[in-house]
């Protein structure tokens, strides 16, 4: 995989947990005269379609940090998105952790070392020039570790990234030794770990041979961690929750791993395994993994036959029950339509497995959704604990960066939230847009924005929309 250039000491104006409104200092006046720092109105061509008054000039008001925080960032957010701002991978990461995890309060407060909400408890750190691992690492940012994405490189620690480790400030895994990061893959590299032991953090290395037996490891460790009687991740390892002991799969291609990225955002939703396989063949890695299940587990294989032949498809079967997660169905499509990442994150978002628990069955409002560019992988996997905790949003995918595709378009349409009496009673829908103005352009995240907004059901002409009921919620 082509390597992805460090920018170390890059200005950073990332998401964090400030939202901002851009106010144009233009040619305003108050009442004792004009504004100070106002510029001239632009001689430029004005789409008055656009500004009919004129187009703003000048600066937008950009509010320092909160007081002893002086790495957080500002964010743009709107009535129902949020934009978590990078220029590169290592900053969306932050974003990610800036916005999820406020680190405000001090580690001998009482309760703490359990404030899941302030805190997290570990770091996942993976560098952004190997997908395949990344995608690997996504299980472990789960309870019991609830260790978020972070970027490093095969040399050592960004700055940018060196900073969040700093300010997250993690409790440690007390399940598993007090770890702080776990370092997968070529992150585990002597510049990363001698600056990790510099400033005391504690981390342990997972790797392996190949990337089948690296997705194999990372499974043990972290079965070894959140379910320690049998070494398995797996659903209802105690009384508190439900699964009754289910033990779910998602496997991927590697030929075609763009379409197993909606799986990070379950995997750090849900205790659940990640595995690899080819499009014709079942690794000797993945087979261990599924052993250890007993021949129990309940397997999501994402993609179509295109993606993995049914011949491997036959072969999982084997270790237990398998379905794909497609655009496919069989009573909807006479003839099985085309699948592609999009619509396999839609049908994804969409769907629900009772068998697996699995699928985020969201068919009506009152959620949140994380919408990424599919060529920014990096943002796929970082924004993954945008579905471990707040929203729980999952992924939504774009393959351009001013349009939303017809399927995505028509999905945020169909959740909109639409009220019969009053715009009070809500729920309303929060989306995460990933990325910098050229990952997903500003004029994307408005036009989301307008499809969001609360519909009255009882006009005549609306047929947009639903209710937080249409979910199978109460």
């Known amino acids: 995989m082509p390597r992805i250039p460090v920018r170390r000491g890059l200005p950073f104006l990332a998401a964090g947990l400030i939202t901002v409104a851009a106010f144009a200092a233009g040619n305003a006046t108050r009442a004792d005269g004009p504004v100070a720092g106002a510029t001239k109105p632009s001689t430029a061509k004005v789409d008055k379609n656009l500004y009919p008054f004129g187009m703003p000039q000048g600066r937008p008001v950009i509010p320092p940090p909160p007081p002893g925080e002086p790495t957080l960032a500002p964010a743009y957010a709107t ?8 220029a590169d991978p290592f900053q969306k990461a932050v974003s990610v952790t800036q916005h999820v995890w406020p680190a405000e309060r001090p580690l001998n407060r009482r309760g703490e070392n359990d404030n899941v909400p302030d805190r997290p408890w570990g770091v996942t750190l993976v560098t952004p020039d190997d997908p395949l691992t990344a995608i690997s690492a996504t299980p472990l940012i789960h309870f019991p570790n609830d260790a978020p994405i972070l970027y490093v490189t095969r040399h050592g620690v960004p700055r940018v990234t060196l900073n969040e480790i700093k300010r997250l400030g993690d409790t440690g895994i007390e399940r598993h030794g007090d770890v702080d990061a776990f370092l ?24 392996g041979r190949d990337v089948y037996s690296l997705a194999d490891n990372i499974d043990k460790l972290y079965g070894s961690i959140e379910n320690p009687d049998t070494g398995v991740p797996q659903m209802g390892t105690s009384a508190s ?33 990640l595995l690899w396989v080819d499009k014709n063949r079942l690794p000797d890695a993945t087979i261990d993994a599924l052993k250890r299940r007993g021949m129990h587990g309940t397997i999501y294989v994402f993609g179509g036959p295109d993606q993995v032949s049914p011949a491997v498809v036959k072969q999982l079967a084997e270790y237990g029950a398998v379905s794909r997660v497609t655009s496919d169905d069989g009573v909807l499509f006479n003839a099985p339509p085309k699948n592609t990442p999009v619509n396999t994150a839609v049908s994804f978002a969409k769907m629900y497995d009772p068998m697996g628990m699995v699928g985020w069955g969201i068919t009506g409002p009152g959620h949140g959704f994380t919408l990424v560019n599919r060529h920014d992988w990096q943002s796929a996997v970082a924004s993954a604990p945008l579905s471990h905790l707040g929203f729980h949003a999952p992924l939504l995918l774009t393959d351009s960066p001013s349009k939303l595709p017809k399927e995505v378009d028509r999905y945020f349409r169909s959740v909109a939230p639409r009220f019969l009496n009053s715009p009070a009673e809500g729920p309303y829908n929060m989306t995460f847009v990933m990325g910098s103005w050229t990952d997903i352009t500003w004029r994307i995240q ?29």
């Open 79 to 86: 009535k129902t998105t949020t934009r978590l701002w990078g």
């Open 184 to 207: 997968v893959g070529a992150a585990a590299n002597p510049e990363v770990k001698r600056q990790l032991a510099a400033i005391g953090v504690k981390f342990t290395s997972v790797t």
């Open 241 to 273: 929750s439900g699964g009754n002991g289910m033990q779910n799969v998602m496997i991927g291609a590697t030929n075609a791993w763009q379409y197993v990225l909606p799986a990070t955002h379950w995997v750090s939703h849900m205790p659940t395994g």
């Open 446 to 474: 408005t036009d989301i924005d307008f499809v969001s907004e609360m519909i009255n059901g009882r006009a005549w002409n609306s047929s947009d929309g639903g209710r937080y009921s249409d979910s199978g919620q109460p």
